[in-house]
């Protein structure tokens, strides 16, 4: 009888020993399959949130660099430094958007506004807060007289919209009509709050007429395309300073915006906002766009993957805690499998000492008892693939909703005790504007897309095999170098 069917009888003869090596072999196969597509799942998701999210370089004024030019520029005057901001001509600002892996771009342009024939929503500002106004500042706007503040309106300029920050985040959302277009560039409307509109019996088509806050001959009709809803509450200041009531801000074209500003913003562009195809490529266009024509001695390429890193941040410790399972698992598995065979083989010195005194080759006897093992390896194997799944996506989604929990907790707790986390004059201050941005990545990840595929399974193929192999030789090798007088005399 050869050594094939000695292993099918010798498994079929001792059943309570071969259905306990299946079970230990399945649920160590189990635990292996989950670790194997865990990795696999976070491994996809890691890179289709690297292609979705991208990434975003904002190119705009290095006011560092600014800031130190007008001390140099005033050291023999008594008065402190002012900063200037020097506007991006479009053309330097289409020169970088035409370099590859840009996806798309916007425009940002901040100024300040009174209103003529509509009626804001009031801030009261008392006595005691006046001292405030010394320190704040309209966006675009000039201060008035004794440091106050005039201005109305705040004037968000963008050449689409739908990529302005507010929007993109969710924070503003469309009720009616349209956003701002790129091809509204040159034209006079606008984007208003609902509140704004409500109280002054607005709607689409409508009209209304702003000055600038720094020089009162400017004016503007804009015509009303979209009505938004905005979820945020403003800042503290907001209280006191009308133009900072989240309420008061309205959307238009860039050139709108350039056009309250003055004469000498036309063409320009306070920021520009490049949104990358793939996180991977920020160093790239880094290293393509310092070889244009930026004079980059004035302005600075700010490179954010925040959004990206603080989504793939808990994916990747979950695929790291995969990993650890898949090794874990594995060797503890193969030492328990090798002492379970071991005590097996030690039981059957005698069969082998009587199957070698009547000329059985010894590495016929290491053939049984590494076919047995394995072939209850290939069992295991198929049923791990059957319960493998349910069970690594239980697994899987837990562990990511446990590191997505510390990871936001740990980033609200750092940014409370940091620097400014009391909130800053536009609203909600650096703390929470990370809480925000954390909160739209972890909607994102909440979950795993894990599927068993061919490749997990041959790979934990390949481990069952490894693993049965070792335990099953192991044992075997420190039986079948003694000599069968000697098992057999011992046994007697």
């Known amino acids: ?170 924070e503003v959302e469309i009720v009616d009509g349209r956003g701002i277009e790129e091809a509204d560039a040159g034209s006079d409307v606008a984007v208003i709050e609902q509140t704004l509109a409500e109280e002054n019996d607005l709607a689409i088509g409508d009209t209304i007429t702003i000055s600038s806050s720094n020089d009162e001959d400017i004016t503007q009709e804009l015509e009303i395309v979209g009505i938004y809803e905005t979820s945020s509450a403003g800042s503290d200041q907001a209280m006191n300073f009308s133009f900072l009531n989240p309420y008061n801000t309205i959307y238009v074209p860039y050139t709108a915006a350039n056009t309250l500003k003055g004469e000498d913003y036309t063409d320009t562009v306070e920021s520009v906002t490049y949104q990358m195809d793939d996180a991977e490529n920020i160093d790239a266009f880094l290293a393509a766009a310092k070889k244009t024509d930026v004079d980059f001695d004035v302005y600075e390429l700010d490179a954010n993957d925040d959004l990206y890193q603080q989504m793939v941040g808990p994916i990747e410790n979950v695929a790291s805690f995969a990993k650890n399972i898949v090794y874990l698992v594995t060797i503890a598995g193969a030492i328990i499998l090798a002492l379970i065979v071991m005590l097996s083989i030690r039981e059957r010195k005698y069969e082998m000492g009587v199957l070698m005194a009547i000329g059985e080759k010894k590495w016929k006897l290491a053939g049984q008892f590494i076919t047995e093992i394995v072939v209850i390896a290939i069992v295991a194997v198929g049923l791990s693939s059957l319960f493998g799944n349910p069970i690594a996506n239980v697994l899987g989604n837990q562990l990511l909703v446990q590191q997505t929990t510390a990871s936001a907790d740990t980033s609200s707790s750092s940014m409370q005790q940091g620097p400014g986390g009391g909130g800053g004059p536009m609203g909600g201050g650096p703390g929470q504007a990370v809480s925000d941005a954390f909160s739209q990545p972890s909607e994102a990840i909440s979950s795993l897309n894990i599927n068993i595929t061919w490749e997990n399974i041959l790979i934990l193929g390949g481990i069952g095999l490894a693993v049965a192999v070792i335990a099953a030789l192991i044992p075997s090798i420190s039986i079948l170098r003694l000599q069968p007088k000697s098992i057999l005399t011992k046994q007697e």
């Open 1 to 170: 009888m050869n050594f094939l069917k000695r292993a099918f009888w010798s498994m079929k003869a001792k059943k309570g020993k071969t259905l306990l090596q299946l079970v230990i072999f399945t649920v160590i196969c189990v635990f292996v399959l989950s670790g194997l597509t865990i990795q696999s799942a976070a491994k996809a998701s890691s890179e289709l949130a690297r292609q979705e999210l991208g990434g975003s370089v904002t190119l705009q004024v290095d006011r560092e660099a600014a800031m130190e030019n007008q001390k140099s520029e005033q050291s023999e005057s008594d008065g402190p430094p002012q900063f200037t901001s020097t506007p991006i001509s479009l053309d330097d600002a289409e020169s970088v958007a035409a370099l590859d892996h840009v996806k798309s771009y916007n425009y940002t342009v901040s100024a300040s506004a009174n209103a003529e024939d509509f009626d804001i929503i009031e801030s009261s500002m008392s006595a005691d807060d006046s001292s405030e106004a010394e320190d704040t500042q309209a966006p675009g706007g000039d201060q008035g007289r004794g440091g106050m503040v005039q201005a109305d309106l705040t004037v968000n300029g963008t050449l689409t919209s739908d990529e302005a920050d507010s929007f993109s985040d969710g």
